[in-house]
């Protein structure tokens, strides 16, 4: 007997019929004699249109009370699939996250869970229920409801599983697995049979959508055996734990691409101590996190040229924050760029082999596609480039790293 976390994203739970199919593959489980805590969504298109709602009620509403309205949709999941669940003459009940509790911050729209009390639901595991419990959402110290983020439910799966340290953590969507990059730009991606937490970590931060970060940091930080299947196909999916097998492995697993970019430079900044501190130390005070970064001597002298990356969401607070701070930091010039994409390598072959920087830029360079940013961390390359090239170069470096095979 195993205790397993299952969690069912938007399009698995998109309506009522799948709702029922999902039941049917939870009730597999029980039927083999284990036990099970299930995360939900909302379903498909729900969260956009409570979001509507609020924007058409007030542009300036509390982030309290959003939460509160965003918080109904996986409410409404975890309730319609109970029902479905006796429907089958199986025993369920629905959680919400005040219920369990999942205690987080007080950080509304991207709360950090501080701690998850388990007792409720196992009592009720004991008495032969399944745990239906609402995703994305979790409750303040101050007795308000909060909500985790977009792919909020993914982190709410993994922190249950480590809090209840369960045999193993099952997220299904609508992909059959981790590919070695989107098979929707590159047709003769592989599925991964297999990826390390670190790899996954990368390769979810830098653009893939398959996980949500925060999740992957969980279970590589509790040691989650954690998988990625198919709401829809029988299939194997992709396991993500740690490290096995060949160390020193040859090839890279994955490619990942981010649309969601924007470049800005800053022209001509006096060449003193503090500057960096100064911009990036305004920017993390509104939460906006800034990526690649390259710093550069100007044509003027004793002044340095800035170029940085920063979510394109960002991108009008961040114009807003550093032109406030113009007087401080005395630039010349502000410039911002949105038609680039960072595409990135992901592997753990990075440690032991060399010329895998070189294979890249080469690929880069034959196929006429210019580099604009460099970043680099032990286990990953990324790069800056033109958004009118990132198909290319994603189908170029696939082949390149015989990823085809």
Not at 62 to 84: C, M, N, P, R, Y
Not at 302 to 325: H, Q
Not at 330 to 351: C, D, H, L, P, Y
């Amino acid at each position: 007997m195993e205790l397993v976390v299952l969690k069912f994203g938007g399009t698995s739970v998109a309506d009522v019929p799948q709702i029922k199919k999902i039941a049917l593959k939870i009730k597999g489980e029980v039927d083999q004699g284990n036990k099970v805590i299930v995360v939900v969504s909302a379903m498909s298109g729900v969260t956009n249109n409570l979001i509507d709602l609020v924007n058409q009620t007030s542009k300036n509403f509390s982030l309290s009370e959003h939460d509160v309205v965003l918080s109904t949709g996986e409410q409404i999941t975890s309730a319609l699939l109970s029902i479905a669940l006796e429907e089958l003459s199986l025993k369920a009940r629905s959680w919400m996250g005040w219920q369990v509790p999942i205690v987080s911050d007080n950080t509304h729209g991207k709360a950090v869970i501080k701690d998850i009390k388990t007792s409720n639901i196992m009592g009720s595991i004991k008495k032969g229920y399944i745990a239906i419990v609402s995703g994305f959402q979790g409750i303040s110290e101050d007795n308000r409801i909060t909500t985790l983020g977009r792919g909020g439910s993914d982190t709410t799966a993994v922190a249950l599983a480590a809090a209840f340290s369960a045999d193993r953590c099952d997220i299904y969507t609508d992909v059959d697995g981790v590919y070695t990059t989107d098979p929707r730009i590159v047709k003769k991606a592989k599925k991964l049979d297999f990826i390390t937490y670190e790899e996954m970590l990368e390769l979810a931060s830098q653009g893939a959508k398959v996980l949500q970060t925060r999740s992957v940091a969980l279970a590589m930080k509790y040691n989650v055996n954690l998988r990625v299947l198919s709401s829809f196909a029988n299939v194997p999916g992709t396991l993500i734990a740690e490290e096995r097998g060949n160390m020193e492995k040859s090839e890279i697993s994955g490619i990942a691409h981010s649309l969601n970019e924007a470049k800005i430079t800053l022209s001509d900044i006096p060449d003193q101590p503090g500057q960096a501190a100064n911009i990036f130390g305004a920017l993390a005070d509104f939460s906006i996190n800034v990526d690649m970064i390259v710093q550069s001597s100007s044509i003027n002298h004793g002044s340095t040229d800035m170029t940085f990356t920063i979510p394109e969401t960002d991108l009008l607070m961040a114009e807003k924050v550093i032109k406030k701070i113009k007087g401080n930091i005395g630039f010349k010039k502000f410039t911002s760029e949105t038609n680039v994409v960072k595409i990135s390598i992901v592997g753990n072959a990075m440690r032991s082999q060399s010329g895998i920087a070189k294979t890249m830029f080469q690929t880069l360079a034959k196929n006429h596609i210019n580099i604009q940013v460099i970043s680099t961390s032990e286990i990953k390359i990324s790069v800056l480039i033109s958004s009118e090239y990132y198909e290319l170069a994603m189908r170029s470096l696939h082949l390149a790293f015989n990823l085809d095979k």
